[in-house]
């Protein structure tokens, strides 16, 4: 059974940094995708970053230059480094799996596994 576990969400200024992390647990596929969406109430799933186990990496234009998604593969994690976090990255923030390689990392449909997610909240 595959389980996805974000955590280090929080509360930060404007200009912060903040970490999250993705524990994933039985997922086990060598060939595989991962990324990370948001979500704001009253809005659509958007996909973030994403990274294939070829490294290859995918950001939306909102977060690049701010944002590095990477994962350690002996600890079966994945990671977002935020930096310079803005209030419109205010949002929900998902971590997702999938068990091939995603020509769209960033389209959620693509996915197979979700974690329940982790907020993150940056005030002006």
């Known amino acids: 059974q595959v389980q996805l576990v974000e955590s280090g969400g929080g509360s930060v200024q404007a200009g912060g940094s903040l970490t999250l992390s993705c524990a994933a647990s039985?997922?086990?596929?060598?060939?595989?995708?991962m990324g990370w969406f948001r979500q704001v109430p009253g809005k659509e799933r958007e996909g973030v970053a994403g990274?294939?186990?070829?490294?290859?990496?995918s950001y939306a234009d909102s977060v690049k230059g701010r944002f590095t998604i990477s994962k350690d593969n002996a600890k079966n994690t994945l990671y977002l480094q935020m930096n310079s976090l803005e209030p419109e990255d205010t949002a929900m923030y998902y971590c997702?799996?999938?068990?091939?390689?995603?020509?769209?990392?960033?389209?959620?449909?693509?996915?197979?596994?979700w974690g329940q997610g982790t907020q993150v909240t940056v005030s002006s």
């Open positions: 039985g997922f086990t596929y060598s060939t595989n995708s």
């Open positions: 990274i294939d186990s070829d490294g290859r990496t």
């Open positions: 997702a799996a999938s068990r091939v390689l995603l020509f769209r990392l960033l389209q959620s449909r693509g996915y197979n596994y």
